[in-house]
Nanobody
Framework: QVQLVESGGGLVQPGGSLRLSCEIS????????IDWYRQAPGKQREGVSC????????TYADSVKGRFTISRDNALNNVFLQMNNLKPEDTGVYYC????????????????WGQGTQVTVSS
């Protein structure tokens, strides 16, 4: 059974940093992509970043480019989102999502989701 578990959220002041982790278990395929999404109160869920094992690409929403970095630990099946220079508008619940047999940006909806981790940026 595929499971994704996020961790690393919390309360941070503007300008601060957090590192989110997504631990993936329950499958052994080599070709997949992992997205990070976020949802702020009263707003639609938006894609933040994606990383693919197929073509090795990483993508970012314009709002986080230069501040967020996505990475993978292949041995541990973990995906990380390093978030620097956080802003109040980064506040929301962050979810990781798995799409099998797909690279980033192909428009295939994720098949598996984590439960989310809360990120709050406030002074």
């Amino acid at each position: 059974q595929v499971q994704l578990v996020e961790s690393g959220g919390g309360l941070v002041q503007p300008g601060g940093s957090l590192r989110l982790s997504c631990e993936i278990s329950g499958f052994t395929l080599d070709y997949y992509s992992i997205d990070w999404y976020r949802q702020a109160p009263g707003k639609q869920r938006e894609g933040v970043s994606c990383i693919s094992t197929g073509d090795g690409t990483a993508t970012y929403a314009d709002s986080v480019k230069g501040r967020f970095t996505i990475s993978r630990d292949n041995a541990l099946n973990n995906v990380f989102l390093q978030m620097n220079n956080l802003k109040p508008e980064d506040t929301g619940v962050y979810y990781c999502a798995l799409t099998l047999y797909s690279d980033c940006g192909e428009g295939v909806p994720p098949g598996y989701w984590g439960q989310g981790t809360q990120v709050t940026v406030s002074s």
